[in-house]
């Protein structure tokens, strides 16, 4: 079954710390991998996308790892700030009988205290 | 700003009622795609169109419905509401058919069902 586990689902860090959000993915054949940011009521914004042959991609403080031998993915943020506070939602295209899927997680929600 | 436009914003209404989310995707994209995002969870994949047909179906419920248009907008209707349908809607647009590519989200419809 094509399934795509988050962890921590929720995380609290204090301003200026480092955090490293986790990504498992079971979907099969795999196609890319995407991170999306979610600002709390507000639709989701892709952050970074990560294919097969890429092992780290950065986007200013956030920068994406992708293990494809291992099937997970990293998002680690840098020097957090007030506004990187939403949920972080990890995204894993897959061929299916019809063409790419898509299979989503559950999100880490991540909250930066000053 | 994504450049997909979603109304309306927000939605109160009864249960046993009927209601119709609009979506008008980015210029130039063909798929549309409807998700569901209940308080403090996941986002649920509703369904896709791509070019004014159906693309591919995720956990719709019978009582939902959408349909694309020629000119691309798309609508989401909901009847026999019940409590349980409160929830954020989103409408996501993107270029192709196929789900690999970067999905652009609007800012979501928020349903409430009293």
């Known amino acids: 079954k094509n399934q795509v586990e988050q962890s921590p689902q929720s995380l609290i860090i204090l301003e200026g710390k480092n955090c490293t959000l986790q990504c498992n993915y079971t979907v099969s054949p795999f196609s890319n991998l995407r991170w999306y940011k979610q600002d709390t009521g507000r639709g989701p914004v892709s952050l970074t996308i990560?294919?097969?042959?890429?092992n780290t991609k950065s986007n200013g403080r956030y920068t994406a790892t992708l293990d494809a031998d291992t099937k997970q993915s990293s998002l680690h943020i840098t020097a957090s700030q007030l506004s990187d506070s939403a949920s972080y939602i990890c995204?894993?295209?897959?061929?299916?009988?019809?063409?790419?899927?898509?299979?989503f997680g559950g999100g880490t929600r991540l909250m930066v205290k000053p | 700003d994504s450049g997909v436009t979603q109304t309306p914003k927000h939605l109160i209404t009864a249960t046993g009622q009927r209601v119709t989310l609009r979506c008008s995707p980015r210029s130039g994209d063909l798929s549309v795609y409807w998700y569901q995002q209940s308080l403090d969870q996941g986002l649920q994949f509703l369904i896709q169109?791509?070019?004014?047909?159906?693309?591919a179906k995720g956990n719709i419920l019978e009582r939902f419905s959408a349909q694309q248009f020629p000119d691309l907008h798309s609508e989401l209707n909901l009847s026999s509401l019940e409590l349980g349908d409160s929830a954020l809607y989103f409408c996501?647009?993107?270029?192709?058919?196929?789900?690999?590519?970067?999905?652009?989200f609007g800012e979501g419809s928020r349903l409430t069902v009293l």
């Open positions: 996501a647009s993107s270029q192709g058919g196929g789900q690999g590519g970067e999905l652009f």
């Open positions: 995204v894993v295209s897959w061929l299916g009988n019809a063409g790419n899927m898509l299979t």
């Open positions: 169109y791509y070019n004014g047909e159906e693309r």
């Open positions: 990560m294919t097969f042959s890429e």
